[in-house]
DNA sequence: TATTGTTATACTCTATAACTATA
DNA sequence: TATAGTTATAGAGTATAACAATA
C-alpha cells in the first residue's frame, strides 16, 4: 500500500505520492479539484436534511426578490427548467414553497417563500457556515475576503449576474 | 423574455436577473460555480486534441516521477483505478505511454513516457495557459499570485497530497 | 488469501426534447 | 404560432463490484 515498498524510487525524486509540481502550480487545476470538492461536500452535509445546495439557492433567491415565476428563478439560477420543478415539488411538499396561478397569465405560476420556507432558511445558512468553516479553516478572515474578491471578479467577469449590487 | 415586463418591481429591488447577495457573497458558492465551470471549459479546449484533461495530468504526472506503476498513477492522481485504464488505453494506441510488465512483479505494470507523449505534453500546456489567460483575464499577475496562495492552502489543508514542495 | 490490472454493471446528474395548457 | 410548466428519455461521468492472473 505504501508508495515506493521496495524504495527504488530515484534520490532526490519527488516526495512520494504527492502531485506534481505543475499540477500544484496552476490556479485552473486548483479552482477545479476545490470546486468539486465544496460541491460534494455540500451535497453531503445538506442531504441529511433531505434537501441539496440547489433548494437552498432557490430559498435564498425567493426570499430576496418575491413574485417570481419559475422561469426567471431557473434563469437566474442557470437551473433548468425541468429541473427547477423538480426542487419546486421538493420544496412545495414540505411546505417551503407556494405555487399560485398568475390571474394575468394563467401559463405561469408565481412562486412565494411560507413562513416554514423562511426557517428553513436559517437551517441552511447555518449548514454552510459550518461548511465554511471547516473548509476554510486555515484562511483567516482578511484571507477569506481575498479570496472571495478574487473569486467575485472572475465570476462576474465572465457573466454580468455575479456582479454584487454596491450597498 | 425581460425580467420585469410589466414594471411591477419593487422600488429599490436588487437588479434584474441578479443572483442573491447572500449567494453572491458566499465563497464556497464561488468556489463551487467555478470550479465546476473551469473543468467544463477545459474539458472542452482539450476535446479539440481528442483527449482530456485526465490525459494530461497522468503525462505530467509521468513525466515528473518515472517508473510509475498504475495503481500509484490512479492513487495520486485520485483516479479510479478502472478509469485510469481507459485513459492508459488511449494514450497508448496514440504512442504517448508504453506499458511494460514488471519483471519482479509480473501482476504490475510500469508505465512511461514516450517521446511523443512529451511532445503532446506541450501541446496540452498551450491549451492551458490559453485557458488561463481566458478565465484569469481580469486579475494581474499578483492578483493570480494571490489566488494561488489562499487556493494552495485550502487544498494542503485538507489533503497533503497538495503540499508544494519546497524549492 | 491478497493484490494488480481489467472488464462489466449500475447509479447519479444533467441535458434534450416531447407534451399540455394557455396565450 | 409561441410560451410556461411538466414529464419522459437519453447521455455523460463516475462509482461499484465481479473477474483473471500473479504473488
Redesign the pocket.
Known amino acids: 500500500?505504501t508508495a515506493d515498498p521496495d524504495g527504488m524510487n530515484p534520490v532526490g525524486g519527488s516526495p512520494v505520492d504527492c502531485l506534481p509540481a505543475e499540477l500544484l502550480a496552476n490556479p485552473l487545476f486548483l479552482l477545479g479539484r476545490l470546486g468539486v470538492a465544496v460541491k460534494a461536500r455540500a451535497?453531503e452535509e445538506f442531504d441529511r436534511t433531505g434537501f441539496?445546495p440547489?433548494h437552498y439557492s432557490v430559498l435564498a433567491l425567493l426570499e430576496e426578490g418575491a413574485r417570481e415565476?419559475?422561469?426567471s428563478v431557473?434563469d437566474t439560477l442557470e437551473l433548468?427548467?425541468?429541473?427547477?420543478?423538480?426542487l419546486?415539488?421538493d420544496l412545495e411538499e414540505h411546505g417551503l414553497v407556494e405555487?399560485a396561478r398568475d390571474r394575468?397569465?394563467?401559463?405561469?405560476?408565481v412562486?412565494g417563500l411560507t413562513p416554514a420556507g423562511r426557517r428553513q432558511l436559517v437551517v441552511f445558512r447555518a449548514i454552510l457556515e459550518r461548511l465554511e468553516e471547516e473548509f476554510l479553516a486555515p484562511l483567516d478572515e482578511a484571507d477569506r475576503a481575498a479570496l472571495l474578491d478574487r473569486l467575485s471578479r472572475i465570476a462576474s467577469h465572465h457573466d454580468p449576474r455575479f456582479s454584487r449590487p454596491r450597498l
Open positions: 500500500m451535497i441539496g440547489y415565476t419559475q422561469a431557473a433548468d427548467r425541468g429541473t427547477l420543478v423538480g419546486l415539488d405555487r394575468n397569465d394563467r401559463r405561469r405560476y412562486v
